[in-house]
Structures are given as C-alpha cells and as structure tokens.
C-alpha cells in the first residue's frame, strides 16, 4: 500500500491530534509558571531575551534572504565567472559549522572589516572629516547578525536556484518572444512561479535560524539562552531554567512551523484554482 502523502492527509481530513496534545502540555506548563513562585520568576529574567532572539533572527534571515537570492542569480548567470564565485561560496560556507562561523566572524571578520573600512575612509580620517572605527564600535550582536546572514545564505541561495529551475523553460522562452526584458521576465515569469516552490525550505530556514539563534549567545548576546545562563549560573536552578528555555523556543518555533503549513495549505489551493 502507498503511504499517504501530506497533502492526501489534510484533504482526507485528518485532524491534528499532535498539536492538540501539545497545546493541552503547553497550557498545563503555562499554569505551573503562573502558581509556582520559582518559575514565575525564571520566566520574567529568561523571556527578557525574547525580543534579542526575535530581533536577531529576523534581521539575520532578511539579510540572508536577500544575500542568497543574489548568489542564487549568480549561480544562474550565463558568466561562467560568476557562477564559480557562487559555487565556491556555497559549498566553502555550507562547510562551516554556524558556530565556528559565529567565533570566526566575530573575532576575525568584524576586525578586518574595520581595518578595510579604515583604510577607505583613511583620506576623509586625516582631513578631520571623519573619526576612525574602532572593532568594540562593531557590536557583539551585529557580529552575531553577520554571521547568521553569511550562514544561511549559503543554504537559502541553494533553495532560491532550485526554485527558479524549477520554473518550465517554455515559460520563459514564450516571454523573450513577447519582448520582456531579463528584469521583467524574472519578475513577472520566473519568481512567481518559483516562490511557490521556495516558500516551504525557505519557512522551514527561518525556523531553523530561530533555534540556531540560541548560538548568538556563546558571544554573550542577552537572548533567551544566554538570560537562561545567567540566571541558573547564579541560581544554581538549571532544571527549571532550561526547560522554561525550552518551552519558550518550542512556542515560538511550533507557533511558526503551523503557521508555515497554513500559509503552504492556502498556496495549494490558490495554484489548484
């Protein structure tokens, strides 16, 4: 017998029982935080991280998406130079651990990008028209944006190539005979077609950059796992630390992979339409 696709399943009806049963885990949890004193008072110090966490990973996946599509095109370009570049840049950072990137952004990128900055600005520097960078004006956060935006780019770009390749090439051959431009047949041919392919990996990255984003906090970045560090570093309270840790990233990346799925489920429809 064939197994059911996901697709079969949610026109056959079948009803969500595993999140049912997670919602109902979730607002037990919720009122053991609201009666117990202790959790309570984790909850207050961790969620304080919550907005570092958001702000990181949306700014992170903004940049990444947009360094991405630009390798993506790159790695589709009739110049043989320019997809080399896009090949060699996937499959060097595809091949780094986003944690060793972290450390290696923060403390080896961030300082040479100030000194490349210096010596740009070094004429402007020495008429007085401007000061010069220091690497701690860099902050450990925006290292820690950096790093994410130049990890999954390498990933997203891939998801953007496959996307737009999958788009049919008749398409495309029947607007050069209309007269469209490069620009235009992108935008109006191939994207539109393309994001319905791109939208699941490129959701399924974004909640993935939310889970990674707890690495932001080995620099020291006030996020959730860096608040949940301090607090049970000095509280000596670790169980009932990370597991409030944990149920925060589970709401926020479950919040989202349902989300995820509705926005899929309504795209469907509208291209069966």
Do not use: C
């Not at 029982?17 to 919602?23: D, T």
């Not at 499959?91 to 300082?111: D, N, S």
């Not at 994410?148 to 996307?163: D, K, P």
């Amino acid at each position: 017998m064939t197994p059911a696709q996901p697709q079969d399943l949610s026109e056959k009806g079948d009803y969500p029982w595993w999140l049912v049963a997670l919602a109902v885990i979730a607002a037990a949890l919720a009122v053991v935080i609201v009666s117990n004193e202790i959790y309570t008072q984790v909850f207050t110090i961790v969620s304080a991280g919550i907005g570092i966490t958001v702000l990181v990973t949306l700014l992170g996946f903004f940049f990444a998406t947009l360094l991405g599509l630009a390798i993506a095109l790159m790695a589709l370009s009739e110049r043989a130079a320019l997809r080399q570049i896009a090949r060699f840049y996937t499959e060097v950072i595809r091949g780094i651990p986003i944690l060793v990137l972290l450390f290696y952004i923060a403390f080896v990128g961030a300082p040479a990008l100030v000194t490349l900055v210096n010596t740009v600005l070094g004429p402007l520097v020495e008429a007085g028209y401007a000061k010069p960078l220091l690497v701690r004006d860099v902050s450990l956060m925006w290292r820690a944006i950096m790093a994410l935006t130049i990890g999954y780019s390498a990933f997203i770009a891939e998801v953007f190539r496959a996307g737009i390749q999958s788009v049919d090439k008749g398409q495309i051959e029947a607007a050069k005979a209309l007269g469209l431009s490069r620009y235009h047949r992108f935008r109006l041919v191939v994207f539109p077609q393309a994001i319905r392919v791109i939208l699941p990996p490129l959701g399924n990255d974004f909640v993935a950059m939310v889970k990674d984003s707890s690495l932001v906090s080995v620099l020291g970045v006030a996020d959730i796992t860096q608040m949940g560090k301090i607090y049970a570093s000095g509280s000596f309270r670790f169980f009932e630390t990370y597991s409030i840790v944990a149920y925060i990233y589970l709401i926020l990346t479950i919040g989202l992979s349902v989300g995820l799925r509705q926005l899929e489920k309504r795209l469907r429809r509208a291209q069966a339409r």
